[in-house]
């Protein structure tokens, strides 16, 4: 006897009535397409951080080689080879060559998202940290950055290379040489994953013409919290 249409439909893998489950895009991958070089960073391990490292600072959210700065890749085949490798790890991105990134408060994030989107300012990639906390603006790098290499590979991100926070800029940090972000879909000790609010395909903006509606952003929500008696 023939089988009927569901019958065949099940012996392909598929129950009746089930949809095909999305493939979800790999973000990674098409942020290295662009040509925005990453390297393996460590991830959540329980409560902890998957390095070795005794009492890690910034559990699961930095590079896990001192020399990320020089092995980081933009390479498609060495992406693959890392997670051949090292399944299940963050990536992170460094900072100051093809790109820098001003982060901001989530809050401040939040006011110049609106302001920028409304207007005819250039807004370039933007995604949310995996901690939820902050907002990170991809832009083009500062002029030098690519040659202006930095000579300590440590661990910098926190808190990076000047003009990190400004004093009329609370909570502001420029990303550049000698630093580097999570990419999504980084996880973070909390649960939460790096996402993009904003295309990461949009022309990267002057990193010039954010800084004032972020700087601008950051006053106002600072302006808004009371300061605490002792």
């Known amino acids: 006897m023939a089988a009927t249409g569901a ?16 493939e979800e895009p790999d973000l990674v991958a098409a942020f290295v397409a662009r040509g925005f070089a990453v390297v ?16 890690c600072p910034n559990p699961g959210a930095h590079p896990l080689s001192y020399g990320w700065q020089t092995e980081a890749s933009a390479d498609p085949a060495q992406l693959y080879r890392w997670r051949s490798r090292l399944p299940d790890v963050n990536f992170a991105s460094p900072t100051g060559r ?43 790098a500062r002029p030098g950055g690519e040659d202006e290499r930095a000579t300590d590979e440590w661990w910098r991100c ?23 972000v999570l990419v999504p879909p980084a996880r973070a000790v ?15 903006p002057d990193p010039l013409r954010l800084l004032g509606v972020l700087a601008d952003a950051c006053e106002s929500v600072a302006a808004t919290i009371e300061p605490t008696e002792w």
């Open 7 to 22: 019958e065949r439909t099940v012996s392909r893998g598929r129950i009746p009535g089930m949809r095909r489950k999305r």
């Open 98 to 140: 093809t790109h820098d990134v001003l982060d901001v408060p989530i809050s401040a994030g939040r006011i110049a998202f609106r302001t920028l989107t409304t207007s005819s300012a250039p807004l370039g990639p933007v995604a949310v940290s995996a901690e939820g906390d902050r907002c990170l603006f991809f832009t083009t």
């Open 190 to 204: 909390n649960g939460g994953r790096a996402r993009w609010i904003h295309a990461f395909e949009a022309p990267l």
């Open 158 to 180: 926190d808190l990076d290379a000047a003009p990190e926070t400004e004093e009329g800029s609370p909570g502001l940090r420029w990303h550049t040489r000698g630093s580097y």
């Open 40 to 55: 393996p960073a460590a991830a959540p391990l329980g409560p902890g951080c998957s390095c070795s490292r005794v009492g």
